[in-house]
């Protein structure tokens, strides 16, 4: 199995590699394509513990987009009112991530999840350290599970 987890890595890096020049391309025409293009591949600024604290043992919460997000608000204040805390919420769009920005009320940060390599995951992991991950649907990333 462990080569097969290197080969996906290798094959998903290399297709990021040949793609990321057009996605950089494209994003000088959309403002919304650049903010996501930065908000996805920025882990390291966004993780940073004196701007956005992350509590680890919390809850990691991933929603595809903003629908899931909408979905899952609720199951986490009840969560939170119970004094279960909600870490960090990852979604697969900037616009889920917004929605989830505005709906956490800075309670926790609401972050576009890094493409599925290894090396970004793993920082997201280490930094978040959470106590479970919560996929709210069945959009699953090799490195994330």
Known sequence: ??????????LWGLALALLLPAWCLAS?????LRR????????????????????????????????EVVTVMPLIRRLESSGQ???LLT???????EMGERE?????????LPP???PLVRLLFE????KALILVNSEFWLNLI
């Open 1 to 10: 199995m462990p080569i097969l987890i290197f080969a996906y890595n290798v």
């Open 28 to 32: 000088l025409f959309s403002s919304r």
């Open 36 to 67: 996501e293009l930065v908000r996805r591949f920025d882990v390291i600024t966004t993780l940073d513990p004196s701007s956005r604290p992350l509590q680890p043992g919390g809850l990691w919460f991933h929603g595809a987009s903003a629908g």
């Open 85 to 87: 805390a909600c870490s």
């Open 91 to 97: 979604t697969s769009t900037l616009r889920g991530s």
């Open 104 to 112: 956490s009320h800075g309670r926790f940060p609401s972050l576009v």
């Open 116 to 118: 599925d390599l290894y």
């Open 127 to 130: 930094a978040a350290r959470p």
